[in-house]
């Protein structure tokens, strides 16, 4: 009896922890899930000469903070943008070279922070999110005069669920995204094996199923080597795009390294997408 006992009490207690971790998991998973820097940037020009500070008006009463980073004048794709969504972490200041390389190819770049990212107000979740990137769109074709019809969305890792939902509601002229996962509890279940993930989520961010009305072009680019979002991820979501879908995968690279962030495969693959879409 004392050893069954002692084993009762054993399992008791692995199953006191493991509630414990699920109810933690449950409270506090949107804190694994969003990693914001808060700390609001210098001023635009400071960073990127010419660029410019603007505010994002959401439907829930938010003035969110922006960059607009346009082309030299006299290029001929000025009245083309691209909506930039980030990922997860950081704030815009960190995107400054990719909008400095759009901006070299002609073309406008709008650099979002989402609520609670780069000393905006509020706090990220799916449903919040999604009324940041609407009023980043609201902003090019109103206050920016970009046409809808002239529009680009580009997402990264998370933005890319973002903006593949806009897209659903307002097609672009052409929807970029870049490392890609299916769903959101797909990629957690990554990273954590141990938990239910897909029972806990809050936010579902559901790529795969979303991108299938979708039949706008999409470029989808994502690194061979990539440790947080599965490749195999990537490449299903582009598997299930509506519309004609080109896949350019980066060779050897990791989901944060530069040739991911601003290099010259994601350029040049963005420059191609947006000719054909001109």
């Given at each position: 009896?004392?050893?069954?006992?002692?084993?009762?009490?054993?399992?008791?207690?692995?199953?006191?922890?493991?509630?414990?971790?699920?109810?933690?998991?449950?409270?506090?998973?949107?804190?694994?899930?969003y990693f914001p820097d808060r700390s609001?940037?210098?001023?635009?020009?400071?960073?990127?000469?010419?660029?410019?500070?603007?505010?994002?008006?959401?439907?829930?009463?938010?003035?969110?903070?922006?960059?607009?980073?346009?082309?030299?004048?006299?290029?001929?794709?000025?009245?083309?943008?691209?909506?930039?969504?980030?990922?997860?972490?950081?704030?815009?200041?960190?995107?400054?070279?990719?909008?400095?390389?759009?901006?070299?190819?002609?073309?406008?770049?709008?650099?979002?922070?989402?609520?609670?990212?780069?000393?905006?107000?509020?706090?990220?979740?799916?449903?919040?999110?999604?009324?940041?990137?609407?009023?980043?769109?609201?902003?090019?074709?109103?206050?920016?005069?970009?046409?809808?019809?002239?529009?680009?969305?580009?997402?990264?890792?998370?933005?890319?669920?973002?903006?593949?939902?806009?897209?659903?509601?307002?097609?672009?002229?052409?929807?970029?995204?870049?490392?890609?996962?299916?769903?959101?509890?797909?990629?957690?279940?990554?990273?954590?094996?141990?938990?239910?993930?897909?029972?806990?989520?809050?936010?579902?961010?559901?790529?795969?199923?979303?991108?299938?009305?979708v039949e706008t072009p999409t470029l989808?680019?994502?690194?061979?080597?990539?440790?947080?979002?599965?490749?195999?991820?990537?490449?299903?979501?582009?598997?299930?795009?509506?519309?004609?879908?080109?896949?350019?995968?980066?060779?050897?690279?990791?989901?944060?390294d530069a040739s991911l962030l601003h290099?010259?495969?994601?350029?040049?693959?963005?420059?191609?997408?947006?000719?054909?879409?001109?």
């Amino acid at each position: 009896m004392p050893k069954v006992s002692a084993f009762v009490r054993g399992v008791l207690a692995i199953f006191v922890l493991w509630a414990l971790l699920i109810a933690a998991a449950w409270l506090l998973q949107r804190r694994l899930i969003y990693f914001p820097d808060r700390s609001p940037p210098p001023a635009a020009a400071r960073v990127i000469p010419g660029a410019r500070d603007v505010t994002l008006r959401t439907a829930d009463g938010l003035c969110l903070t922006a960059w607009l980073v346009e082309p030299p004048p006299g290029t001929a794709d000025r009245h083309l943008a691209v909506l930039v969504a980030p990922g997860n972490a950081g704030n815009r200041l960190t995107r400054a070279p990719l909008a400095t390389a759009l901006a070299g190819r002609g073309l406008t770049a709008l650099l979002v922070d989402y609520r609670g990212y780069g000393g905006n107000p509020g706090r990220p979740s799916e449903e919040g999110l999604a009324r940041d990137v609407e009023a980043a769109r609201m902003f090019l074709v109103g206050e920016a005069g970009i046409p809808a019809e002239r529009l680009l969305y580009f997402g990264e890792s998370l933005g890319a669920a973002v903006v593949t939902a806009l897209a659903a509601k307002h097609p672009p002229a052409g929807l970029i995204l870049r490392s890609p996962f299916t769903d959101l509890p797909a990629a957690g279940r990554e990273h954590y094996p141990f938990l239910p993930v897909r029972l806990l989520a809050r936010d579902r961010f559901p790529v795969t199923e979303v991108i299938a009305r979708v039949e706008t072009p999409t470029l989808v680019v994502y690194g061979t080597a990539d440790s947080i979002v599965p490749p195999e991820q990537s490449l299903a979501v582009a598997g299930k795009a509506a519309g004609p879908a080109q896949v350019v995968p980066v060779q050897g690279a990791d989901h944060n390294d530069a040739s991911l962030l601003h290099g010259a495969q994601l350029i040049d693959a963005i420059g191609e997408l947006a000719a054909r879409v001109a």
